[in-house]
């Protein structure tokens, strides 16, 4: 494969000069556009974005998938996907950003529709500098993938991975594993109690907190017959509310994590925006106490905003995953602080939580680690690739020592998951396609039972689907413990 690249570094060149070169082989074209601009308006490096997966079978919508093979996130904001027709075009949403080493899908249908005879094209913004494009004589069935991811030949592969590594098997790439657990699901809400919106999950013990973008924050308790109702006593019963610390705007709450201290320590909650002015990013992490007072609404008594230490982001593509891992636990592992260059040690910064939280950020795909001050100072010691498109919930385990990394409907319902390695990063670990049992649902929570839950070897796993579909916002499965 023959691919010519942009020019790359410091080199000087006269301004808006620009030249592309567009080259067809065995079928499907392969461009590549180098745009020299002038040191003031540096040209993204569009030689590291490739279309990576293409879905015209009607299973989902109309789809298409772009990958990063690069070593740095490329922000995305105007580019311009084409089919043959030329006047038809999908332009990615302001604010996109694609990590390295990470896919991330785009639903064209409402754009325009892939034929069994057609072109995946993509273009710089204003669409006239062709960057990549992919052609076929005959429906996906179920997926046009390249293998390896960014890099191969396109080909028919044997399941729709949008969002997450392309199933290439044998021929490179990571391959998908069948879920961990039992294949069937069942829903563990009754009917249509909580309604859409329903984002994050956290397990504590006899309790699932439940995060709700509408501003809202839900405790739950058992219902009897495997399933959650929410909790009817101190005020619990519709949901709280939640605010900012004042009591002013209404936090997009998109997910919810305690510490080691539980309820107690109270809930920390993501929010990337306030919904009061939905129009402007606000990445954030809120503390509410949740553990006394019977009123319906609750007030943050502590904010910890990071949006300006972040890469922006559109105002709906922020944080959508938060989790907490113990001092203790990343301190033995050898965790590298990336702040310091060296071995993490929680003596250095002062009265905190106890631990490091974990947050994913759907724009980017890219979780972050940050030790939040109790006094609200915030120090980033971690930044992980995760490969998806977007990370949608994320969990802990402890039992196993392994963090949960979820996408949506977007990536088919895929599951990763990570570990500290020797060099005392988090490094892959494994690939989980979802369980066969359920549909492939716009599930943005995750919760897992705790170790004392374990029976004949499995335990409980629950998902929160944002779309409540068939009135059923909640569902359970298991996984081996």
Not at 318 to 325: D, R
Request: glycine share 16%; aromatic share 8%; proline share 4%.
């Amino acid at each position: 494969m023959l691919e010519v690249r942009a020019p790359r570094g410091r080199r000087r060149l006269a301004p808006f000069r620009r030249a592309s070169l567009r080259l067809t082989v065995a079928g499907s074209t392969l461009a590549a556009a180098a745009t020299l601009l002038a040191p003031a308006a540096h040209a993204a490096p569009a030689d590291d974005i490739r279309i990576n997966e293409v879905v015209t079978t009607g299973s989902v919508n109309d789809s298409i998938e772009l990958f990063n093979k690069g070593t740095a996130a490329v922000d995305l904001s105007g580019w311009i996907l084409k089919d043959d027709n030329n006047s038809s075009r999908f332009t990615v949403p302001s604010g996109t950003t694609l990590a390295p080493g990470a896919a991330r899908a785009f639903d064209v249908s409402a754009a325009f529709g892939l034929g069994s005879g057609d072109k995946a094209r993509l273009y710089l913004p204003g669409g006239s500098a062709l960057v990549d494009s992919f052609s076929w004589t005959s429906r996906s069935a179920p997926s046009w993938s390249r293998c390896p991811d960014g890099t191969g030949a396109f080909g028919r592969t044997a399941a729709l991975t949008l969002g997450a590594p392309n199933n290439c098997g044998s021929g490179g790439g990571t391959s998908a594993e069948a879920w961990p657990g039992g294949t069937s699901v069942a829903t563990a809400d009754g009917s249509d109690v909580f309604g859409s919106d329903l984002s994050g999950l956290y397990q504590e013990g006899s309790v699932l907190w439940g995060a709700q973008n509408s501003g809202r924050l839900w405790r739950m308790v058992r219902d009897g017959s495997g399933g959650w109702r929410p909790d009817t006593t101190n005020g619990w019963t519709s949901g709280k509310t939640l605010r900012f610390p004042g009591g002013t705007g209404t936090a997009d709450s998109e997910a919810v994590t305690l510490t080691g201290a539980g309820a107690t320590g109270g809930a920390y909650v993501a929010s990337e925006r306030n919904g009061d002015a939905s129009g402007t990013s606000r990445l954030s992490v809120l503390r509410y106490d949740v553990a006394t007072g019977t009123g319906s609404s609750l007030t943050a008594t502590r904010e910890w905003n990071l949006t300006t230490d972040l890469p922006a982001v559109g105002s709906n593509l922020g944080f959508e995953a938060i989790t907490w891992i113990p001092d203790a636990t990343l301190a033995a592992a050898g965790f590298q602080d990336e702040s310091t260059g060296a071995a993490y040690d929680p003596s250095r910064y002062g009265a905190h939580t106890g631990g490091v939280f974990f947050l994913g950020v759907e724009g980017t795909g890219t979780v972050h680690g940050y030790v939040l001050g109790d006094g609200g100072s915030a120090t980033r010691i971690a930044t992980i690739g995760s490969g998806m498109s977007g990370v949608m919930e994320l969990q802990w385990e402890a039992q196993a020592a392994r963090l949960w990394l979820v996408c949506d409907d977007t990536c088919s319902g895929a599951h990763r998951t990570m570990k500290i390695g020797a060099g005392g990063t988090f490094t892959l670990a494994a690939v989980h396609n979802r369980p066969s049992g359920m549909s492939n649902l716009n599930n943005e929570g995750f919760a897992l039972a705790g170790a004392d839950e374990c029976v004949g070897g499995t335990k409980p796993v629950y998902w929160a689907d944002d779309s409540n579909t068939g009135g059923h916002a909640i569902r359970r499965g298991t996984v081996t413990c």
